[in-house]
Nanobody
Framework: QVQLVESGGGSVQAGGSLRLSCAAS????????MGWYRQAPGKQREFVAS???????NYAESVKGRFTISRDNAQNTVFLQMNSLKPEDTAVYYC???????????WGQGTQVTVSS
């Protein structure tokens, strides 16, 4: 099993920045990538960004150029730097660990991000 703990959410005005962190522990050898998803009220959870163990990254079109995903392998932590935030970025942000052999993956408990106009 893998445990994921997010931190860094909060409230910010439009145009501001936040940095989310996700610390992984447990059977981390089961993971080959980490990512961030978000879910706004009344909407489905959607992909935001991911980073593979080798460092390659992928982003949703809606956040390209504004968000940056990175990782600290020594600390088993992944980060999401969010700049130029917009009210539509308001959501609960979830960290996900992608399993090497597939499956549903591992999820954190989520952290709230609120962007006011």
């Amino acid at each position: 099993q893998v445990q994921l703990v997010e931190s860094g959410g909060g409230s910010v005005q439009a145009g501001g920045s936040l940095r989310l962190s996700c610390a992984a522990s447990g059977s981390i050898f089961d993971i080959n990538a980490m990512g961030w998803y978000r879910q706004a009220p009344g909407k489905q959870r959607e992909f935001v960004a991911s980073i593979r163990n080798g460092g390659s990254t992928n982003y949703a079109e809606s956040v390209k150029g504004r968000f940056t995903i990175s990782r600290d392998n020594a600390q088993n932590t992944v980060f999401l730097q969010m700049n130029s935030l917009k009210p539509e970025d308001t959501a609960v942000y979830y960290c996900k660990g992608f399993q090497i052999l597939g499956g549903n993956g591992y999820w954190g408990q989520g952290t709230q991000v609120t962007v006011s106009s």
